[in-house]
């Protein structure tokens, strides 16, 4: 199919279909990452926290599938071959987890409410695309690279945890990551409540599915092309980045896995919402609300640029490799949301 359509335009489409899969989910699943945290912090609820980990669980099972059957090789990603910098991913992961609080929605979430016909979103998108490149090319990228160099702690071995537990008791990094997929999802779907909600469980499902078929979409179309065609799965960082800029330039750039990742967001989410009755076009009528959403966004941008992802590419593609890098900067983000839901609702005086 290379042939017909070119190894760039293949791999663009196969985003498209795993991204069709995540703005389903965001918008029949209700699968959001806010969303989950704040319905654990005043909800009491973890349904949606539980949805995560089943994600996160079936991306591991996956993703460690497909190396155990020679179709993912391990050292093709960036977050496992390039070592790691815990500052990065622990400052940058606070920065994104309080934008998102103060925008209402990662950069994931975000585009689904754009789907949805939400106008505000669409702002936020564009400011966090801005902002995102504006570290990792633009005028703030030689300041990120002197005080966030790559690799702080590299060394020749994966920076994964299954590749360090493999190595400490001789068994299989194959093995060992199977068994951690194994033991996440079962953790997660240890409860009764977890049990009892089947179509939240079916959408998480989705969601692990769709990361692991971005690695193997992109190991496969990487082996078989003669360009330089990188081995990744969905994130929304750069690729929002990427997807502006394919707009504007696209007669001077060529298509990538990122930009039909975004598309695909979109176009499930936009079918979503009108199959659910949910689709209506929206506009910020406060002005205040505005300021503090493309703020955020400009945090969010600025964060994911600094943490190597965001909570969709750390926490769900980089966290299906096992990467070190994953549950730290996850867990950051985590913080950041709660800092920023906390003054957003009862100010940073009861802290």
Not at 162 to 190: F, K, N
Not at 263 to 285: D, K, N, Y
């Amino acid at each position: 199919m290379g042939e017909l359509v070119g190894d760039a335009t293949l791999v663009a489409i196969l985003g498209f279909i795993g991204g069709l899969g995540l703005g389903l989910a965001a918008r029949f699943g209700r699968f959001c990452t806010l969303g989950a945290i704040e319905d654990a912090l005043y909800g009491s609820s973890d349904i949606r926290l539980r949805m995560w980990a089943i994600a996160i669980g079936i991306a591991v099972l996956g993703a460690f599938g497909l190396a155990g059957s020679g179709q993912l090789d391990f050292s093709a990603s960036f977050y496992l071959n390039n070592g790691w910098n815990p500052v990065a991913h622990i400052l940058g992961g606070l920065v994104f987890g309080y934008g998102m609080a103060l925008a209402g929605n990662c950069g994931y979430g975000v585009l689904a409410r754009v789907g949805g016909g939400d106008l505000r979103a669409f702002v936020i998108v564009l400011v966090m695309a801005i902002a995102a490149y504006s570290v990792i090319s633009g005028p703030f990228a030689t300041l990120r690279v002197r005080l966030f160099p790559e690799g702080l702690l590299g060394s020749d071995a994966p920076a994964g945890f299954a590749h360090l537990l493999a190595g400490a008791t001789g068994l299989s990094p194959i093995h060992v990551g199977l068994a951690i997929g194994a033991l996440i999802l079962a953790a997660a779907l240890a409860p009764a409540r977890m049990r009892a909600e089947p179509g939240a469980i079916f959408w998480a499902c989705i969601v692990g599915l769709s990361i692991a078929a971005g690695w193997a979409a992109t190991s496969y179309v990487a082996e078989r092309s003669f360009d330089a065609v990188p081995v990744e799965s969905h994130t929304f960082s750069a690729p929002l980045g990427d997807t502006v800029l394919y707009v504007m330039l696209a007669s001077g750039m060529k298509l990538n896995f990122g930009v039909g990742s975004v598309a695909g967001v979109l176009c499930g989410a936009c079918i979503g919402s009108i199959r659910r009755g949910h689709f209506r076009w929206e506009a910020c009528e406060d002005p205040r609300e505005l300021r503090r959403q493309i703020a955020g966004a400009v945090l969010m941008g600025f964060g994911g640029a600094i943490a190597i992802g965001c909570s969709v590419g750390q926490g769900l593609s980089a966290f299906s490799l096992l990467a070190f890098s994953a549950p730290l900067t996850l867990g950051a983000i985590m913080i950041g949301a709660w800092l920023g839901l906390r003054q957003l609702i009862q100010g940073f005086a009861t802290l």
